[in-house]
């Protein structure tokens, strides 16, 4: 079977802030390839979705969550059912307590 992946509202909106920070701070360039290189990165997990690490910080939730980084982001993900679910672009500079926050 093959493998989806759907993404949250949430990591879309977090895409659509990245994209509008980076372009405000350097350029459209820089923001539009930066979200370009999220999306590629998370496009590996089509092939392999347990290739990501195992978040820490949810360990206890009802879902297994793993991440994969790319540059200051890590993109946390759960897989079941041939589905990779995308549930948040994590800026690893914010507090990590805030990805307690995630909702299932």
């Not at 923001?31 to 910080?57: C, D, H, M, T, Y």
């Not at 949810?58 to 946390?76: C, G, H, S």
């Not at 672009?89 to 299932?104: A, G, S, W």
């Amino acid at each position: 079977m093959e493998i989806k992946i759907l993404w949250s509202d949430s990591a879309l909106a977090q895409l659509e802030e990245i994209f509008d920070y980076h372009k405000t701070k350097a350029s459209s360039a820089i923001a539009r390839n930066l979200v370009k290189s999220i999306i590629q990165k998370a496009l590996i997990l089509e092939s392999n979705p347990f290739i990501g690490v195992k978040e820490p910080l949810l360990a206890d939730r009802l879902f297994e969550y793993r991440y994969l980084v790319e540059k200051n982001y890590k993109i946390i993900y759960r897989y079941n059912d041939n589905l990779i679910r995308i549930n948040t672009v994590f800026d690893c500079r914010q507090n990590p307590d805030k990805l307690e926050r995630l909702t299932d």
